[in-house]
């Protein structure tokens, strides 16, 4: 409902005080709950306190979490009216920009939250942000599909089956590694809070598990996410048995529906992080219905499905063709583990990692054995620096030879007169420029 003439509630208080103006302010509390509704967020589950309660002592992480899409998963669009990236809302739309409580995603498509009776429904029409443009469809049945029982327990962190609540919009720190009060409250005790780095390899994987694999929780078997399920657990004592998901589904492959082939789905999901069709395990579709081509992305075509204007005007921006130097050889995404892997706080995070041993996907009988190059690499691979670097040290790489006042100035030289600088202010720029100065993670 939309508030067109909140004055009125205030009507009461500027003549004399009578019985019908006493109900006005009586009922006031009321209405105020009633016409102005916020998605639930004020509890949610025992434990829970928010990222923003961990930006204190782990600034540079922080930073580096908030420009991913985990962060921006769910954003309030009445505080925030640039979170909503579609552009057109012409008569074709069923929906004006007002409607809009929520938006849900902020790379491929963009879904968008409205309220009645007092619920969140997803709203018909998608955007979708690579193509600037409305997918060509319709949700028929959108309103008989309660966001909350669907969507919260994966886009929002420490979800309360009872009330419906959650203690945080998008995913945030504590969907990773558990509720955070206690190690709060200890002074950063690192005992009491999960280091997803110090798990198993299994349980480790099963964090992700949780949300990009598909299953009903065990409990009520009524919400498509492990209700309860804290990283370190064991995900089999909360979902039930991983089962094919419906979009795109047919001919994958066929298996005994346990842990293990949800392991080998979330490996399969994985593999398709660069693909141009990768589908959600309970939506059905991330990247839009109408990709014809099926076809693994570049490193610098993926990363221009956010940087829309700076992939256009690519030499123009890095003053190097894509041939000569892909976005990450400059802008280094963040490597942990020996650089083995990259981390997942870093936005431009993807999962190259080392060859897969044959054991993790067809069980210990084969440990000790590793996939053949030429028929498993299943578009993994390995990192391709493997330390992590200033964007002066990167340049050193393939500039060989050139001081570091060559390079300084070159560097300077892109910053100044490259294409985004042209398109921004210089005061905005320069806020640009210092959000990217981020503390390494070592």
């Known amino acids: 409902m939309t508030i067109r003439n909140p ?13 019908k103006n006493l109900l006005y302010l009586l009922l006031f509390p009321l209405l105020f709950l009633i016409l102005v509704p916020t998605l639930v967020c004020s509890q949610g589950a025992e434990g829970y306190v928010g990222s923003w309660e961990c930006q204190e002592c782990h600034e540079g992480i922080y930073r580096q979490w908030s420009r991913t899409p985990h962060a921006r998963m769910l954003r309030n669009a009445l505080k925030d009216p640039d979170a909503v990236e579609a552009t057109d809302f012409g008569p074709s739309i069923p929906f004006e920009q007002k409607d809009i409580y929520f938006t849900i995603g902020s790379h491929w498509i963009q879904k968008y939250l409205t309220l009645l009776g007092g619920q969140f429904y997803v709203l018909p029409k998608y955007w979708n942000i690579a193509e600037e443009k409305w997918e060509p469809y319709s949700i028929w049945n959108w309103n008989e599909q309660p966001y909350p029982l669907y969507c919260n327990g994966c886009h929002a962190v420490g979800f309360d089956m009872q009330t419906r609540s959650y203690r945080e919009e998008s995913i945030g720190c504590e969907a990773c590694h558990g509720p955070g009060e206690a190690h709060m409250d200890s002074d950063g005790d690192p005992e009491k809070i999960v280091n997803p780095g110090n798990l198993d390899k299994k349980r480790r994987d099963m ?18 996410f492990p209700v309860g399920f804290v990283p370190g657990e064991d995900i089999d004592d909360y979902f039930t048995e991983f089962f094919m998901p419906k979009p795109k ?16 789905m979330f490996l399969f999901w994985a593999n398709k992080f660069y693909a141009t069709d990768r589908a959600c395990d309970v939506c059905g579709f991330d990247r ?6 099926t076809r693994t992305m570049s490193r610098s075509e993926y990363c221009g499905t956010c940087h829309r204007k700076i992939y256009r005007e ?11 130097a892909e976005c990450d050889n400059c802008h280094i995404p963040t490597v942990v583990k020996g650089g083995r892997e990259y981390s997942i706080h870093d936005h431009k995070f993807d999962f190259s990692r080392p060859p897969i041993p044959c054991a993790e996907c067809h069980g210990e009988e084969m ?24 964007t002066e040290q990167a340049c050193a790489r393939c500039h060989e030879g050139k001081d570091m006042t060559w390079i300084r100035s070159g560097v300077a030289r892109i910053q100044e007169e490259g294409f985004e600088a042209r398109s921004l202010s210089k005061v905005k720029f320069r806020e640009e420029k210092e959000k990217r100065i981020v503390p390494l993670i070592r």
């Open 249 to 264: 589904s047919k001919g994958w492959y066929w298996g005994t529906m346990d842990y293990s082939e949800r392991h080998r």
């Open 7 to 19: 004055e009125f509630l205030f009507k009461g208080f500027a003549v004399q005080m009578n019985v």
């Open 367 to 390: 440990t000790g054995q590793e996939a053949p190059e030429a028929s498993h690499q299943f578009n993994f691979r390995p990192v391709k620096i493997q330390e992590n670097l200033s």
């Open 207 to 224: 964090i992700c598990e949780a949300c990009h694999t598909d299953g009903k929780d065990k409990k009520t078997q009524s919400f498509p």
């Open 314 to 324: 690519y030499k123009e921006h890095a003053f190097h063709t894509e041939e000569q």
């Open 288 to 293: 839009g219905i109408t990709v014809t081509e």
